[in-house]
């Protein structure tokens, strides 16, 4: 199985700072990546997939960048709606793998 | 607008069984893989199944192979997850997703909890 490596566990940040959370694929995934924000108490919310691509109605100050086994999800101007837990996963291989996720608060 | 509504879950012994439901509105159901995931108390998400648009094909990881099993009705826009043989580690919310495009999920359920305990 291909094992994703995410980082950090947990970060604090202030409003209107740029955050930037990271995966590591045990192999080349090939962008085959997607990342999910998760709020407290609500159900997973997809944000970018094919490692690049935003989601319909997903705000622009998230994108998503990477290839090969490293990926990347930076969110501009941080909000006050974006604390939340956020999440990668692959799907490059049919056994479809998480991050164990990275919990965003603000400082 | 797409919705997927899980029903089915609740507390279960050790050793027994659950059926879990996914009912969907709001796309043409046939045309797409659908997902089950799940998320423990205080955990991460664990991909548990998924379902090719026909039911012909089924995909698990092995911490489930051989005691849960995906099944789809595209007919009452429905998607099944039978859980055999219970485990407390099987103890999560359980969400169904629906497939973006190969392999994400880009609509998810608000879940539905399942506690295996004696």
């Known amino acids: 199985d291909i094992q994703m490596t995410q980082s950090p566990a947990s970060l604090s940040a202030s409003l209107g700072e740029t955050v930037t959370i990271e995966c590591r694929a045990s192999e080349d995934i090939y962008n085959g990546l997607a990342w999910y924000q998760q709020k407290p108490g609500k159900s997973p919310q997809l944000l970018i997939y094919?490692?690049?691509s935003l989601h319909t109605g997903v705000p622009s100050r998230f994108s998503g960048s990477g290839s090969g086994t490293q990926y990347s999800l930076k969110i501009n101007s941080l909000q006050s709606e974006d604390v939340a837990s956020y999440f990668c996963q692959q799907y490059y291989d049919y056994l479809y793998t998480f991050g164990a996720g990275t919990k965003l608060e603000l400082k | 607008e797409v919705q997927l509504v899980e029903t089915g879950g609740g507390l279960v012994q050790p050793g027994r069984s659950l059926k879990l439901s996914c009912v969907a509105s709001g796309f043409t159901f046939s045309s797409y893989w659908m997902y089950w995931i799940r998320q423990a108390p205080g955990k991460g998400l664990e991909w548990v199944s998924s379902i090719n648009t026909d039911g012909g094909s089924t995909y698990y990881p092995d911490s489930v192979k051989g005691r849960f099993t995906i099944s789809r009705d595209n007919a009452e826009n429905t998607v099944y997850l039978q859980m055999n043989s219970l485990r407390s580690e099987d103890t999560a919310t359980y969400y169904c997703?629906?497939?973006?495009?190969?392999?994400?999920?880009?609509?998810w359920g608000q879940g539905v909890m399942v506690t295996v305990s004696s």
């Open positions: 094919n490692a690049n």
């Open positions: 997703a629906k497939d973006g495009d190969y392999g994400y999920g880009d609509y």
